[in-house]
């Protein structure tokens, strides 16, 4: 049997979030980050992106999904609290749902009919 990943600290916590991760925020024993999206089909595809991350990471979220949002929420059970694992998880999971394509990949056009997570501006290098 394994041990559990050790607890970080509120404050480690807090620290890590404000410096790398500024739209997650400490709740309890979890971190989480609530993505507005333009509706129903970009909720899906931003939470099949968050599954497929998981699944790959074997750390898995509790997600909420809702027309406009998805909320994802990460604590590492077996330890009952948030760890590494938790925030290294959070910032592939925003790398790649906030992701906005470089030129020349024109990306979805500017409309709210097409939008995927709304009020994103992360590109890529």
Known sequence: MRTPPPLLS???????????????????AAV???????GWKAT?????????LAEAAWH???MTLSWDRLTVRL??????????RDLLLAAE???VVAWRPPHPLE???DDPRF????GETTQAG
């Open 75 to 84: 604590d590492t059970h077996e330890s009952g609290g948030v760890t590494e």
């Open 60 to 62: 898995h979220p509790t």
């Open 10 to 28: 509120e404050a480690e916590i807090d620290r890590r979030l404000a410096d790398m991760l500024p739209r997650w925020r400490r709740d309890g």
């Open 44 to 52: 899906m595809l931003a939470a099949g992106a968050v599954a497929h």
């Open 115 to 118: 939008a995927h997570v709304v």
């Open 32 to 38: 989480e980050r609530t993505f507005r999206t333009g």
């Open 107 to 109: 990306g979805t056009p």
């Open 93 to 95: 999971i925003e790398r």
